[in-house]
């Protein structure tokens, strides 16, 4: 059995933090990173080993890619429906390149294995969580964004999923400048937490 020290697992998941694309400093980070950030992703729990979680990873001339995928889609769908923002519009075309790298977050259905979609959704969350541990011990900033181009049916072809299949956000990942690590704010778990027995 591994020799863990509980100490600094403690100290990992209490530092993990939400950082904003704005907050990032512009210097890449390196891909070993990044690959390292999926493989632990890749061993979040998974009922009967669906392992649902599909990720899309964007970066350098990817991130223009993306920008003008989910802008050009974004003016469409919403032209379509009478309520385009160009605000809106702009926002999707030039955030993208405030981040290092954007990794599309997927969940894929298995036809062949009868899993509840909730139990899916949930194995690709601690898939994403895994990210965030890994990018917290690197230092790094990410930010799972759920915005955008999400929940458009119409957004699954460009990112390899299917009808069946959801479309669950992006995570935005860079540098940060260290010494402005936010503070964690979390109310008690003693209002959370009821014990019996």
Request: aromatic share 12%; proline share 6%.
């Amino acid at each position: 059995m591994p020799d863990f020290k509980p100490e600094l697992v403690n100290q990992l998941l209490r530092e993990r933090r939400s950082l904003y694309p704005a907050q990032y400093t512009g210097e890449p980070v390196d891909d070993v990173v990044i690959k390292e950030m999926l493989e632990n992703a890749n061993w979040a729990p998974t009922h009967r080993l669906t392992e649902p979680w599909r990720f899309v990873v964007f970066s350098g001339e990817g991130l223009k890619k993306l920008a003008v995928f989910q802008s050009e889609l974004y003016r469409q769908v919403s032209t379509r429906a009478g309520h385009f923002d160009e605000g809106k519009f702009e926002k999707l075309a030039t955030k993208p390149m405030l981040a290092s790298h954007i990794i599309a977050i997927g969940m894929a259905r298995d036809p062949k294995v009868s899993v509840p979609e909730q139990e899916e959704l949930a194995s690709v969350a601690m898939a994403v969580q895994n990210m965030y541990l890994t990018a917290t011990a690197y230092n790094i900033g990410c930010y799972w964004g759920s915005g955008g181009v999400t929940y458009y049916e119409e957004a699954k072809p460009f990112f390899g999923l299917g009808p069946d299949d959801k479309l669950m956000g992006f995570l935005y990942i860079g540098n940060v400048n260290k010494e402005k690590w936010p503070k964690g704010r979390r109310k008690s778990i003693d209002d959370k937490v009821t014990w019996i027995g």
